[in-house]
């Protein structure tokens, strides 16, 4: 099983941008199929971005659609998700997963979560 680590979360004020990443340790994440989802104490988790493996297809939830940007350098071995425009709705631990068949926009079809990155954006 692949274990992924996500990297990249702070506090930003409302506006501002991050951008997240995520590796894998030992393993290759070229061939896989990757999500971002986020949890925000209660709340459920949810889709957030999905990429398919060489990055030529993107899928977004409507929440961060024109905002976000999700991208991969497989030669890097990492997935990316670059948030703009961030709002405090956007608070939330970020996680990266694999995808592994089914409804996209579904966590349940993700797999192999990292341990997340929290990103707190103040108003």
């Known amino acids: 099983q692949v274990q992924l680590v996500e990297s990249g979360g702070g506090l930003v004020q409302a506006g501002g941008s991050l951008r997240l990443s995520c590796t894998a340790s030992?393993?290759?994440?070229?061939?896989?199929?990757m999500g971002w989802l986020r949890h925000t104490p209660g709340r459920e988790r949810e889709f957030v971005a999905y990429i398919n493996w060489n990055g030529e297809r993107t899928y977004y939830a409507d929440s961060v659609k024109g905002r976000f940007t999700v991208s991969r350098d497989n030669a890097k071995n990492t997935v990316y998700l670059q948030m703009n425009s961030l709002e405090p709705e956007d608070t939330a631990v970020y996680y990266c997963a694999v995808f592994t068949g089914g409804n996209i926009r579904d966590i349940k079809s993700y797999s192999s979560w990292g341990q997340g990155t929290q990103v707190t954006v103040s108003s």
């Open positions: 030992g393993r290759t994440l070229s061939s896989y199929f």
